[in-house]
């Protein structure tokens, strides 16, 4: 299998992932790519040439190794490998549709865009990255709960039992190096569990960024209500007091009459 350009395909996700985004996969290629190529693929070998039972019937090793090994480590971590990635495509092929989305539309539109930023997590992005993060997160457990299974916990005996034909009775079976491969066994889960982890913090961080936003949002919105509400107030209270002023059609002469008629009263008084 070729990983490199598995890792160079998604080297690209980067550019689009938080900071959580790209620590999961930091560990996917350091702590799990890697040392799946480098080292558990030679410390498994060619299991079957290894396993030994203490019998000489034909057909009784290779019987007694597929009850022992139903599907063997590697593989199943090469498919647990491919479809914990995979969901990442998800992101990088609809980052692309936005951006052939937006250059057809600036050239129809005289230079305009639809999207300032094609690859900020926004609307429909925002929902696909999360999907790509359950998906992740979905996949490393639903494996981790497959070994266990399989393998009746995450422990390698070093011996084992069979009765299955052709075995002529109950013959022992060895297993090659069980003690390095539990070692392996236990590292591939922890890094797996870690992964799985990484991926419930980044989507609970984006959920609660997306939340805030939303908070912050409501509260400008109120905060703008409320000076309008304000606005409204004092121009109601202005018009107001405005009607309340003298009336400007008021002539000096009926001033002049309505003073005279309030001194008239006064003389008479006195006289």
């Not at 620590?23 to 299991?47: I, N, P």
């Not at 009850?67 to 490998?81: D, E, G, N, Y």
């Not at 299955?164 to 109950?170: V, W």
């Amino acid at each position: 299998m070729n990983w490199s350009s598995l890792e160079a395909l998604l080297s690209g996700v980067n550019q689009y992932s938080t900071a959580f985004g790209r620590v999961w996969l930091s560990m996917v290629f350091v702590f799990r790519v890697m040392v799946f190529v480098v080292a558990a693929q030679r410390v498994w070998g060619d299991e079957s040439k290894d396993f030994v039972c203490n019998t000489q019937q034909p057909g009784c090793n290779n019987v007694c190794y597929d009850q022992v090994f139903p599907i063997s480590h590697i593989r199943l971590w090469a498919l647990q490998l491919i479809f914990v990635t995979c969901p990442s495509l998800m992101v990088v092929g609809h980052v692309k549709y936005r951006e052939k989305k937006d250059l057809e539309y600036s050239t129809t539109h005289k230079g305009k865009h639809c999207y300032k930023n094609p690859g900020k997590k926004r609307g429909g992005l925002w929902w696909t990255y999360l999907a790509s993060l359950i998906f992740k997160a979905g996949f490393d457990a639903g494996f981790l709960y497959l070994l266990y299974y399989i393998y009746d916990g995450y422990d390698l005996p070093r011996l084992t039992k069979c009765s299955e034909e052709p075995c002529p009775n109950t013959v022992d079976c060895y297993i090659s190096r069980p003690t390095e491969k539990r070692i392996f066994t236990l590292f591939m889960v922890v890094s797996s569990a870690v992964c799985i982890f990484m991926c419930i913090c980044e989507m609970t961080y984006l959920i609660c960024k997306r939340v805030q936003k939303k908070i912050n949002k409501n509260n400008q919105m109120f905060a703008m209500s409320h000076e309008m509400t304000s606005l409204a107030a004092h121009r109601a209270e202005y018009r107001s007091k405005s009607s309340l002023r003298q009336d400007p059609t008021v002539s000096i002469q009926n001033l002049s009459n309505i003073k005279a008629e309030e001194t008239e009263p006064v003389k008479k008084e006195e006289s």
